[in-house]
């Protein structure tokens, strides 16, 4: 295990700007958790980090300040999980109250300008979609603008006149215009979109719209309205390569930044967008970029970052300079016993061109013990960033190889669309394809390689063990849908329908779902298994854990389940990562590197 780095260290992410320039808000779980915390923003410098978090004990995931500065609208996600809740939260005192208390979850929108009014999505466990609506916070009372699976409302117009509203399944996303007073709405994309976000201008006549609609990557595009129709329609930005990640405007509507996937490294570029005359962004720690806002003045951005050696953290980044500093007392970056990762590509059993990351242990020569790791989504990407995980099993001797198999995002919506519905059989052949690429290419031992992986990396860790049981040694399955017919069933209702665009309708395509799901094949995974979950996770319910642990052992093996009880889909809180960094490293060393089989050690020895 690799100890003492900043990698194990706290995490500053998702840095918000208050609209008059004084403050920043962040998420840091600085105190264990993810929580809210604001500071004033000093003219250069870092800032004087407070002592608590405006919100003690509560799991934050998004935050938007009140236009006047007065209050932060945040989403909180009690014990990690999907029933999430919005609350409006007095920026000075901390004091709030909740929004929608009805409803099974809430899930954030954008603000009126005038600051009375906030977008917010209401979930309901008996609807199969959202309710994106405005809230009146003087009274409470709601305008429904639309419904359906990710409704939400993305922006509101200067006058208050307009509104542009999100809404479809995954991979199938659309824009609509709204006029909030005749009610009148024009479509604004050209079919489905895999991104699908969009701003209005400074003076209302344009909209900003950021989309792979009608084409295979990203892109910035203008939209001209006159009143609610659309005029014209145009391109700002965009690559024939590369996916455009993240757009942020300043305050005075004359310059975008544009935050670019470069092979999953993050690019920084500035846009005016009187001109169209793009120049390079300041340098910004780490790989990747996660977050970027415009100061008031327009002089700096406030980048959210990280990478290999660069623990999640915000800097100010000075436009037309050089000069990038922290402003907040993250760990420094550290390179002394990390391994940065080196990109790799390999070829499909069909000729498609795949890519992956290698991390091997410093010196490694020839092959040797070796993990595939895949991420969850599909609609992810595998990128250079703090992965303490990665990192602890090298120091403990053991290769990653993190492979972005089709249906990862990042390749253009082509290539994310690739393992759609009966798709998928070949998305499960590309880990079988990893494996052959290390070990022919002397980088792995056929003998000593497992596979693992988060939510739907989870799943597809036990399809590749069940369909290849003569590759793997080990497996590890984290929060990962063993049953596909089940997860429909047990999932919340508006993750379903918005999935059966990926796997397929549980009613009509259930052969195909049964056929897919690796709990029916528990017979053939004879690869020890390692199966974690939190108890919170209603996005991959426990059930999908229980009922794979259960299926193994009734065939006579002997896998283990390490459960949280105060987690949801994602773990939150640091001292539990540390017990599941630490469990995954034993139980995959156990197997690569010890001569007794992993499937012989007792559950007390997990740490």
């Not at 300043?250 to 920084?268: K, Q």
């Not at 960033?385 to 990192?391: G, H, K, R």
């Not at 070990?439 to 000593?448: F, Q």
Request: with cysteine; glycine share 12%; aromatic share 6%.
């Amino acid at each position: 295990m690799v100890e003492g780095t900043g990698l194990f260290g706290p995490a500053y992410t998702q840095p918000g700007l208050s609209p008059d320039g004084t403050r920043l808000a962040w998420v840091s779980d600085r105190g264990g958790r993810p929580q809210l915390w604001v500071a004033p923003l000093p003219a250069d410098g870092p800032l004087d980090e407070p002592h608590e978090p405006l919100l003690p004990d509560t799991d934050v995931v998004a935050l938007t300040w009140s236009p006047d500065s007065s209050s932060i609208a945040v989403q909180i996600a009690p014990f990690g999980g999907e029933r999430t809740r919005v609350r409006i939260v007095d920026a000075a005192t901390g004091a709030g109250r909740d929004l929608a208390t009805g409803a099974a979850a809430a899930t954030l929108g954008a603000w009126s300008p005038t600051g009375r009014q906030l977008g917010i999505t209401i979930l309901s466990e008996h609807r199969n979609d959202g309710q994106a609506c405005l809230v009146d916070l003087r009274d409470g009372t709601s305008t429904v603008l639309t419904s359906g699976p990710a409704a939400k409302v993305c922006a509101v117009s200067g006058d208050g006149r307009r509104a542009v509203m999100r809404t479809g399944k995954r991979g199938a996303r659309g824009l609509e215009l709204v006029d909030l007073r005749s009610g009148r709405r024009t479509n604004l994309l050209p079919g489905g979109a895999l991104v699908a976000e969009a701003r209005f201008g400074i003076t209302g006549h344009q909209l900003y719209v950021h989309t792979d609609a009608g084409r295979d990557r990203a892109a910035l595009l203008a939209v001209t309205l006159r009143g609610s129709a659309v005029s014209g329609v145009y391109p700002v930005a965009e690559r024939d390569g590369d996916d455009l990640d993240m757009v942020a405007l300043d305050p005075a509507g004359a310059r975008a930044a544009l935050v670019w996937n470069v092979g999953g490294r993050s690019e920084l570029e500035l846009l005016d967008l009187r001109s169209g005359r793009l120049e390079p962004g300041p340098p910004i720690p780490g790989d990747v970029v996660t977050g970027a806002g415009f100061t008031r003045d327009g002089r700096a951005l406030v980048v959210a970052s990280e990478g290999p050696t660069v623990p999640p953290r915000i800097s100010r980044a000075g436009l037309g300079s050089t000069v990038t500093e922290p402003l907040l007392p993250a760990a420094p970056a550290v390179t002394s016993g990390l391994v940065d990762p080196v990109p790799h590509t390999f070829r499909a059993d069909d000729g498609l061109t795949l890519s992956g990351w290698l991390l091997r242990p410093a010196g490694a020569v020839g092959p040797g013990p070796t993990i595939i790791w895949l991420h969850g989504g599909p609609e992810s990407q595998e990128r250079p960033t703090a992965q303490p995980l990665f990192q602890a099993l090298v120091a403990a001797g053991i290769s990653v190889f993190a492979p972005n198999v089709r249906g990862s995002s990042g390749y253009g919506r082509r290539f994310a669309a690739a393992d759609d519905l009966d798709r998928r059989f070949a998305a499960i052949a590309d880990v079988r394809a990893a494996a052959d690429h290390l070990t022919s290419a002397g980088l792995a031992d056929p003998d000593r390689l497992g596979v693992a992986g988060r939510s739907y990396g989870g799943y597809l860790t036990l399809a590749a063990l069940a369909a290849y049981p003569e590759r793997f040694a080990v497996g590890v399955d984290i929060c990962g849908m063993s049953d596909l017919a089940s997860f429909f069933a047990h999932t919340e209702p508006w993750i379903a329908s918005a999935a059966t665009t990926k796997y397929g309708d549980p009613d009509v395509d259930a052969a195909l779902l049964r056929e897919l799901s690796p709990l029916h094949r528990a017979d053939r995974i004879r690869a020890p298994l390692l199966v974690v979950h939190g108890e919170h996770d209603t996005n991959v319910p426990m059930i999908e854990a229980t009922q794979i642990v259960e299926a193994l052992r009734a065939h006579g093996r002997t896998p283990e389940l390490l459960r949280f009880a105060d987690e949801g889909h994602e773990i939150h809180d640091r001292a539990n990562r540390e017990v599941f960094v630490r469990a995954v490293v034993a139980w995959v060393a156990a197997a690569l590197l010890s001569p007794r089989p992993a499937a012989a050690i007792p559950a007390r020895s997990l740490p």
